[in-house]
């Protein structure tokens, strides 16, 4: 079922967000994600439903912890879609709360993380432990009982956390089971998140091309391989950098250099060769003898790097270089800064990416910036309104992208 079909008059609708928001001292530091799951959940109020709406917060890891009750983002919650929000303590024994709830009204569960069974994974017993599969097999019957539980209390289901739909957890995957093709569907943010990854991966206008920072190829090579399958040019940047040069035997002084991975750096510019993807790296490095922000600068090639000094940006020719290499793209994919975006002395590679990023949409191109840091950069750049689409999902985009088909949206399109 499409969302704007759905007939919601009447009808009770249990919506899975994602509000997992950081708290400092009980308050919100940033409501980007509340922001995020409003459209959908105005939509279902102004059709004539109810809402009960049910998150994840942090890693309470099936116990109840205060710190992460979601209590404590009722009044934003309220504030954000104009109705008081009510609250139930217990998510998995909510059904006088529900009972209670009229058209136009909204309640807000628990964190669903209070109880295990929400992720499904046996607790107290180590992988290692020769119990650890039957204890599973017992707590994924659980998770089937807690989803049915919280399929109970509505009409119809919709997942709109795209955050945490790469996980097969109770509220974003399982409790589908417990609705009919017809009363469950994606929300409006995962309908714009899914729409923006197949513009990258199956839709794409040419030239394609991707930028991968960050601070580990380890980390990224999964997705790498899958955009040397599909990009026309790929610019690694960030820390990976090293890796790359001192696999081909270049001095990299004290910068980040993973020396187990040199085969992965290597077998990726085979791949990029054999599939005629132009590689593009930063020829030289912005660098520092010690790791902070007011520490003095010195330019060295990227793979000359002194052995007391190490790449902490993008140098002046790799960002000339990066700015060319995106100019003219039509389909735009970054993912991690150019270098320790976060000090503000080493930012100018990850802020010339950005503006060039800006410029290419501006003459049309299509870009999607994912992944938490490169969403950093770019709000730290002012760049927000001058990009396609930023994505809310960290994980979650990086396993789209990757090309792995998210349980959350197998759940409701039943790939
Ligand atoms: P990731 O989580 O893999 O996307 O990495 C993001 C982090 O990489 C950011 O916190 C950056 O500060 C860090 N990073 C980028 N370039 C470098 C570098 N040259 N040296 C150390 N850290 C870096």
Redesign the pocket.
Known sequence: MEIKNYDFKGKKAIVRVDFNVPLQDGKITDDTRIRGALPTLKLILEKGGALIIMSHMGKPKGKVKAELSLSQIVDAVSAALGVPVKFAKDCANADAEVAALKPGEALLLENLRFYPEEEGKPVGIEKEDPAYDAAKKEMKAKQKDFAKKLASYADCYVMDAFGTAHRKHASTAVIADYFGADDKMLGLLMEKEVAAVDAVLNNIQRPFVAIM????VS??IGIIENLLGKVDRLILC??M??TFAAAHGGKVGK??CETDKFDVALGVEELAKKNGVELVMAPDAICAEDFNNDAPQKVFPANAIPDSW????AGPEAQKKFAAAIKGAKTILW????????FDNFCSGSRAIGNAVAEATAEGAFSLIG???SVACVNKFGLADKVSYISTGGGALLEAIEGKVLPGVAAIKGE
């Open positions: 920072g960050g601070s580990k980390s990224k960030g820390g950098t090293y910068s980040i190490e790449g902490l940006d993912n991690g800064p150019a270098g320790v975006f976060e992944g938490g840091d």
